[in-house]
């Protein structure tokens, strides 16, 4: 599958739902993986490839990557916390989410109403980090770094 324009995509269809739960079993590591994926699923290498990005491209997918202990590699991962005001919300969001630092964001029904997780290359850059946005957006970040680690596959079928 060839084209330059992505597929329109407001919902996934079939082959994208066969997708996303393979996916979740793990990504082929080897030299092709994306031609052995593809040949797993019946598809083409380049349909499989210019799916995943129209799934990005329309946020039915948010991220696409590998998982792993960044602490193993002398990283940092640390929870971090926000109230802001309403009025204020997406403007600060857009803020926060402009750091490279930033894994991801969310909005929760709370007093501490947007949680995002920062990721960094050093143990210092999430006190950094929270510092910077603080200065960005005029509001304290909470950090709630790990205490324990636990791991909970879980596989949401599409």
Aim: hydrophobic share 50%.
């Amino acid at each position: 599958m060839s084209r330059a324009e992505p597929r329109p995509t407001t919902a996934p269809d079939a082959t994208d739902r066969r997708l996303i739960n393979a996916l979740q079993g793990g990504f082929p590591l080897t030299r092709t993986p994306f031609a052995d994926l593809a040949t797993l699923l019946g598809l083409d290498e380049a349909e499989i490839i210019v799916r995943l990005q129209d799934m990005l491209d329309a946020r039915v997918l948010t991220r696409f990557g590998p998982m792993f202990q960044i602490e193993r590699v002398g990283g940092a991962f640390c929870l971090a916390a926000m109230a802001v005001p309403e009025q204020r919300f997406d403007a600060v969001a857009e803020a926060v989410n402009a750091f490279d630092a930033v894994a991801h964001n969310y909005r929760r029904e709370h007093a501490l109403n947007m949680w995002f997780v920062l990721a960094t290359e050093r143990p210092d850059g999430i006190a950094a980090a929270a510092e910077a946005i603080g200065a960005a957006t005029g509001l304290e970040v909470l950090l709630f770094p790990k205490e324990q680690e636990y791991f909970v596959e879980m596989k949401l079928e599409a």
